[in-house]
Each structure stands twice: as structure tokens, then as C-alpha cells.
């Protein structure tokens, strides 16, 4: 049996991606290896079908955590068996290559975002020339590569002559007999309130300040599923507007959870900035998940989207995430029900397609073309 480890510097609790991606494999007859971050408020892993190993860490952020992190998982990597070592983003990239290349085993580049594109990245100078030089550096070593979305994987092309194959972000097909009545109950919508929901990381340039402030014009509550960087800003900002009872701060919740909770909206959000190209590249899960849901919704009129949205109509495209840009778009899904409606069955017509049980197919057939080469 071939064992193959993967490395994250995220939560693998609440990693969908790589859950879909592990679980496939595992499924597929692989010894599966995922390896991720021990946070100090973290909960007990869930049983998978695949093993799993939480680094601890001192350092718990920026350039000293990065360090620490990249020393632990080289030494772990260095006598952890493995037939295939697979660095998911620059940040695990340089052990995965160091190890590979010492102990002479297959690697390969699983890129979730265009890192030196990233936010974060690009408004800081300092910080993207070292993450410019790492990718420089390691990411021609990585002949073999996968990434989310075909404007990084044309990206990749350009700047390293590398050919990365395309694996997106697709959910599972929905199937409402495995939710369980537990789940499905507890997020049932028993007071037919129309739901806007947003669900994912709670960070800058998703567009959540201007969200907030367009919800003042728009006659429906927003319900808010995950946690991050500006997560204790919009709370603070939420009662200052008295938002109060039109906008919910969800938290987050497990990956099982989201399909019964996103089937009771009424309209998804995924609004991002674009800061960087990693932004204007983006092929969200929220972007799927919706789909899934089958339900219509508010997105960005970036090359990923309005490819699939001019194939079939699944969202309203905005250019900027402008106050009334957002809350016009809305409310056309609010009071338009003819433009609602044709979504939303492009939306149930286009769950069959866009699952993760069509993508995997490509995940499967690239690790075993790599382990027959």
C-alpha cells in the first residue's frame, strides 16, 4: 500500500478540502497522512478514514511560528514513512522538499491559493520578497502539481513553465437521507425569516465591512458561519449600526454541518476584494456549496465565476464590493422572483455536475499516473 502524507499549517477539523481529498484517497486504497497545527483551543479530532498528526507549536503566529512549524514538520517528515510527500501552500513547501529530496521520494505541490498573491502578502513588501524568493526557489523543484482554480494553474505556467492540473473546490453530492435529523433540526429555519448567508473565513478583503453596512438596505436577516482576523471587528461593528437582530455572528461549525444549514437560505455570499491576483484568481467552496445547496447567489465577476456563471446562471455578478453594488444585488434576489427562480433551478441543474464525485476523478487518476511513472 502506498502511503502518501500531506502537510497543512491550518485546523484539520475544519479543512473541507483536504478532508475530500484524504478521504478520496483513502477510499481509493492509499495510507493516508495528514498533517496539521495543534492550536491551544483545540478540539479533539474527528475519526476519519485516514490517520492524522497535530504539531505542537510555541509560536503561535508570524514569522517565528513559520520558522518552528517548518523545523517541526522537516524532522517529523524526516522518519515518518512515506512513499509520496505533498507540501499543500509555500508555507510547508520547503520541508516537504528537503525531505523528498533527502530521502529520495516522489513530491508534490498542492497549491490552495496563489500564496505571493495573497492579501496578506501583497500589502506588505517585506514579507512577499520572502515568500517571492521560497517560490522561486521550490516550486520549479515541484514537477508534479495540482491547484485550485485554471487562471493559478495558467499563473504557474507563466512564471515557472510548470503544468499544474486543475482539482476545484466541489462539495459532495447532497444527499439529504446523510444528514443526520440532529443536525438538519437544530438549523432548520422555523420562523421562514429569508436567510442571506455567508459562510467561511471572517478575514479583510472579503467584502464583510461594506456586507454589514448594505444590510441596512436590505429587508432580510445575514446569518455569518466561521471565524477569523476581523471576526472581533465586525462584532463590535455590528451593534454600533444596530444591526443587532438583522445580522448573526454563527461562529464555526463543522464541515457536516453546512449543508443543512446552507439548504435553509435563502441567497449564498461570496464577495471578495481584489488585493492580488490570489483574490481575482479565487474559485471559492462557498462558491460550490451554494450550488449544492441550490441556492442562488451574490459573487464577483472574477474569470472563475463568470466562466461558469455565463455556462449556467447561478449568481448574481457584482464588479465591486461598492455598498450599493452589494445591497442592489440582493435585493434584485429579494424582489425579483422570476430572476430568483431561474437561478435557482440553473442552481439544482448544475449540483449534478459541479461534485466532488465528478473531481475526484482527476485527483485519483493524477496521483496514479505519478506512481506508474
Same mark, same amino acid.
Given at each position: 500500500?502506498?502511503?502518501?502524507?500531506?502537510?497543512?499549517?491550518?485546523?484539520?477539523?475544519?479543512?473541507?478540502? #483536504?478532508?475530500? *481529498?484524504?478521504?478520496?484517497?483513502?477510499?481509493?486504497?492509499?495510507?493516508?497522512?495528514?498533517?496539521?497545527?495543534?492550536?491551544?483551543?483545540?478540539?479533539?479530532?474527528?475519526?476519519?478514514?485516514?490517520?492524522?498528526?497535530? !504539531?505542537?507549536?510555541?509560536?503561535?503566529?508570524?514569522?517565528?511560528?513559520?520558522?518552528?512549524?517548518?523545523?517541526?514538520?522537516?524532522?517529523?517528515?524526516?522518519?515518518?514513512?512515506?512513499? #509520496?510527500?505533498?507540501?499543500?501552500?509555500?508555507?510547508?513547501?520547503?520541508?516537504?522538499?528537503?525531505?523528498?529530496?533527502?530521502?529520495?521520494?516522489?513530491?508534490?505541490?498542492?497549491?490552495?491559493?496563489?500564496?505571493?498573491?495573497?492579501?496578506?502578502?501583497?500589502?506588505?513588501?517585506?514579507?512577499?520578497?520572502?515568500?517571492?524568493?521560497?517560490?522561486?526557489?521550490?516550486?520549479?523543484?515541484?514537477?508534479?502539481?495540482?491547484?485550485?482554480?485554471?487562471?493559478?494553474? =495558467?499563473? $504557474?505556467?507563466?512564471?515557472?513553465?510548470?503544468?499544474?492540473?486543475?482539482?476545484?473546490?466541489?462539495?459532495?453530492?447532497?444527499?439529504?437521507?446523510?444528514?443526520?435529523?440532529? *443536525?438538519?433540526?437544530?438549523?432548520?429555519?422555523?420562523?421562514?425569516?429569508?436567510?442571506?448567508?455567508?459562510?467561511?473565513?471572517?478575514?479583510?478583503?472579503?467584502? !464583510? =465591512?461594506?456586507?454589514?453596512?448594505?444590510?441596512?438596505?436590505? %429587508?432580510?436577516?445575514?446569518? @455569518?458561519?466561521?471565524?477569523?482576523?476581523?471576526?472581533?471587528?465586525?462584532?463590535?461593528?455590528?451593534?454600533?449600526?444596530?444591526?443587532? %437582530?438583522? @445580522?448573526?455572528?454563527?461562529?464555526?461549525?463543522?464541515?457536516?454541518?453546512?449543508?443543512?444549514?446552507?439548504?435553509?437560505?435563502?441567497?449564498?455570499?461570496?464577495?471578495?476584494?481584489?488585493?492580488? !491576483?490570489?483574490?481575482?484568481?479565487?474559485?471559492?467552496?462557498?462558491?460550490?456549496?451554494?450550488?449544492?445547496?441550490?441556492?442562488?447567489?451574490?459573487?464577483?465577476?472574477?474569470? =472563475?465565476?463568470?466562466?461558469?456563471?455565463?455556462?449556467?446562471?447561478?449568481?448574481?455578478?457584482?464588479?465591486?464590493?461598492?455598498?450599493?453594488?452589494?445591497?442592489?444585488?440582493?435585493?434584485?434576489?429579494?424582489?425579483?422572483?422570476? *430572476?430568483?427562480?431561474?437561478?435557482?433551478?440553473?442552481?439544482?441543474?448544475?449540483?449534478?455536475?459541479?461534485?466532488?464525485?465528478? =473531481?475526484?476523478?482527476?485527483?485519483?487518476?493524477?496521483?496514479?499516473?505519478? $506512481?506508474?511513472?
Amino acid at each position: 500500500m502506498r502511503t502518501i502524507v500531506f502537510s497543512v499549517t491550518n485546523d484539520l477539523n475544519y479543512d473541507q478540502r #483536504m478532508q475530500r *481529498i484524504c478521504t478520496s484517497l483513502a477510499d481509493a486504497g492509499y495510507d493516508v497522512l495528514l498533517i496539521g497545527r495543534k492550536y491551544s483551543n483545540t478540539i479533539t479530532l474527528e475519526k476519519k478514514n485516514f490517520r492524522q498528526k497535530r !504539531l505542537h507549536c510555541f509560536c503561535k503566529s508570524g514569522f517565528l511560528f513559520y520558522a518552528e512549524y517548518n523545523l517541526r514538520l522537516f524532522f517529523y517528515l524526516l522518519f515518518t514513512k512515506m512513499d #509520496m510527500v505533498c507540501a499543500i501552500d509555500l508555507d510547508t513547501i520547503l520541508p516537504c522538499y528537503f525531505t523528498s529530496l533527502l530521502r529520495r521520494k516522489k513530491r508534490v505541490y498542492d497549491a490552495h491559493e496563489l500564496f505571493t498573491e495573497m492579501k496578506e502578502v501583497v500589502t506588505r513588501p517585506s514579507v512577499k520578497k520572502i515568500w517571492l524568493s521560497i517560490e522561486k526557489f521550490a516550486v520549479p523543484a515541484f514537477r508534479h502539481g495540482y491547484t485550485v482554480s485554471y487562471s493559478i494553474a =495558467e499563473e $504557474f505556467k507563466k512564471r515557472y513553465a510548470v503544468s499544474y492540473e486543475v482539482v476545484r473546490n466541489m462539495p459532495l453530492k447532497r444527499n439529504d437521507s446523510l444528514v443526520s435529523e440532529e *443536525i438538519f433540526s437544530e438549523h432548520t429555519n422555523t420562523q421562514n425569516e429569508k436567510i442571506i448567508l455567508y459562510q467561511g473565513a471572517v478575514n479583510e478583503a472579503r467584502g !464583510l =465591512e461594506n456586507l454589514v453596512d448594505a444590510m441596512q438596505q436590505v %429587508n432580510a436577516v445575514l446569518h @455569518i458561519y466561521g471565524d477569523g482576523n476581523i471576526y472581533e471587528k465586525i462584532e463590535t461593528c455590528i451593534p454600533e449600526k444596530g444591526l443587532q %437582530n438583522k @445580522i448573526i455572528l454563527k461562529g464555526k461549525v463543522f464541515p457536516q454541518a453546512l449543508p443543512a444549514i446552507t439548504a435553509n437560505a435563502f441567497a449564498g455570499i461570496n464577495l471578495v476584494e481584489p488585493v492580488g !491576483l490570489n483574490q481575482l484568481y479565487s474559485l471559492a467552496n462557498k462558491f460550490f456549496d451554494y450550488i449544492q445547496a441550490g441556492i442562488p447567489q451574490v459573487t464577483m465577476n472574477f474569470p =472563475e465565476y463568470k466562466r461558469i456563471n455565463e455556462v449556467t446562471a447561478v449568481a448574481v455578478l457584482i464588479n465591486t464590493v461598492a455598498i450599493k453594488e452589494i445591497a442592489d444585488a440582493i435585493n434584485l434576489l429579494l424582489n425579483d422572483e422570476i *430572476i430568483y427562480q431561474q437561478l435557482k433551478n440553473n442552481c439544482v441543474k448544475a449540483r449534478e455536475i459541479y461534485t466532488w464525485q465528478q =473531481e475526484e476523478q482527476k485527483l485519483l487518476c493524477f496521483y496514479k499516473n505519478i $506512481f506508474t511513472d
